[in-house]
């Protein structure tokens, strides 16, 4: 089924969804015309530190660099993303709560890293830093969970050297709190993460649909039952957090995709931020948000 089908049927179901599906069906064609455009990946040197714990760093973060890194996140996002919106609109649809819930937090995550990357970016540029960016570069390319197992035979001929830690998810999601909310964050989409991660997690909140109690002198009768049954509450919610991640993601991703890095006369770096039109392009289209203002 297709994006614009699932969303015309839940808001049958759920007229009061009528203007957030409107918004996912509009960021959800915008992205569609958003290029891909090939980049050049130049050949870098990292640097392994291996004194107590395993460190990997950019020996040098050049302007090459960071046009491929954030080239790289810009893309991986949105299509990361956009891979996920159809199964999770289908599966808000047919009521599948659990197995939705899982989807949308892998949505989530990856806005979260589009917002964490920017957030460094943006302070690194600032203090004119580019070093500030030499470990999470390698950690947001080549992170990742199996580097635990490295010294495992079994695991040794999936591992590459530059494979290594990643970020810490938490803090992505707070850099898209304040990505999403400017001046009015919170830590409300902690909130929400957390709650994604009772889904994902074997945590008993998110199989209680599954689960039916009567009350009994003493206790209560627990039954669970193999088909899960709808929960019109979670559709609402699941939708809501769906659109707020598609469009700090997405905002995020494309902020990125605008940077832009050269080198003065003598070597020194220069940062060329996103113009002030592509700032208020990503602020009415992405964010879709009143044109009056403009992402920072």
């Given at each position: 089924m297709k994006i614009d089908e699932a969303?015309?049927?839940l808001v049958r179901g759920h007229p009061e969804l009528e203007e957030t599906a409107a918004f996912v069906a509009a960021l959800y064609d915008e992205i569609g015309h958003v290029p891909l455009d090939p980049f050049f990946e130049p050949t870098s040197t990292i640097f392994i530190k291996k004194d107590g714990k395993e460190l990997h760093e950019l020996i040098e973060v050049r302007a090459q660099d960071l046009t491929c890194w954030t080239r790289h996140i810009s893309s991986s996002t949105l299509?990361?993303?956009?891979?996920?919106e159809e199964p999770i609109s289908e599966g808000l649809l047919a009521g599948k709560t659990l197995a939705t819930?899982?989807?949308l937090r892998s949505h989530f995550e990856a806005a979260a890293m589009a917002a964490y990357c920017l957030d460094r970016l943006t302070d690194a540029a600032r203090q004119d830093q580019?070093?500030?960016l030499n470990r999470l570069i390698p950690r947001t390319l080549f992170g990742t969970g199996l580097k635990k197992h490295r010294d495992k035979d079994s695991?040794?001929?999936l591992l590459t050297?530059?494979?290594g830690d990643t970020i810490r998810i938490c803090h992505a999601v707070d850099s898209l709190d304040r990505f999403y909310f400017r001046?009015?964050?919170e830590g409300k989409l902690a909130v929400v993460y957390s709650l994604l991660?009772?889904?994902a997690h074997p945590n008993h909140r998110g199989v209680l649909d599954f689960m039916h109690s009567a009350e009994r002198q003493d206790g209560w009768l627990i039954s669970y039952t193999k088909e899960e049954p709808p929960n019109p509450k979670m559709q609402v919610h699941g939708l809501e957090t769906l659109l707020v991640s598609m469009r700090g993601g997405y905002s995020a991703a494309e902020m990125l995709r605008c940077w832009r890095f050269s080198r003065k006369e003598g070597g020194m770096l220069e940062w060329h931020r996103p113009s002030v039109d592509d700032r208020a392009r990503v602020w009415e289209r992405f964010l879709q948000r009143p044109a009056s203002g403009g992402v920072a």
């Amino acid at each position: 089924m297709k994006i614009d089908e699932a969303l015309a049927e839940l808001v049958r179901g759920h007229p009061e969804l009528e203007e957030t599906a409107a918004f996912v069906a509009a960021l959800y064609d915008e992205i569609g015309h958003v290029p891909l455009d090939p980049f050049f990946e130049p050949t870098s040197t990292i640097f392994i530190k291996k004194d107590g714990k395993e460190l990997h760093e950019l020996i040098e973060v050049r302007a090459q660099d960071l046009t491929c890194w954030t080239r790289h996140i810009s893309s991986s996002t949105l299509c990361r993303m956009r891979a996920l919106e159809e199964p999770i609109s289908e599966g808000l649809l047919a009521g599948k709560t659990l197995a939705t819930m899982v989807l949308l937090r892998s949505h989530f995550e990856a806005a979260a890293m589009a917002a964490y990357c920017l957030d460094r970016l943006t302070d690194a540029a600032r203090q004119d830093q580019p070093n500030a960016l030499n470990r999470l570069i390698p950690r947001t390319l080549f992170g990742t969970g199996l580097k635990k197992h490295r010294d495992k035979d079994s695991i040794a001929d999936l591992l590459t050297m530059c494979e290594g830690d990643t970020i810490r998810i938490c803090h992505a999601v707070d850099s898209l709190d304040r990505f999403y909310f400017r001046e009015a964050s919170e830590g409300k989409l902690a909130v929400v993460y957390s709650l994604l991660c009772d889904y994902a997690h074997p945590n008993h909140r998110g199989v209680l649909d599954f689960m039916h109690s009567a009350e009994r002198q003493d206790g209560w009768l627990i039954s669970y039952t193999k088909e899960e049954p709808p929960n019109p509450k979670m559709q609402v919610h699941g939708l809501e957090t769906l659109l707020v991640s598609m469009r700090g993601g997405y905002s995020a991703a494309e902020m990125l995709r605008c940077w832009r890095f050269s080198r003065k006369e003598g070597g020194m770096l220069e940062w060329h931020r996103p113009s002030v039109d592509d700032r208020a392009r990503v602020w009415e289209r992405f964010l879709q948000r009143p044109a009056s203002g403009g992402v920072a």
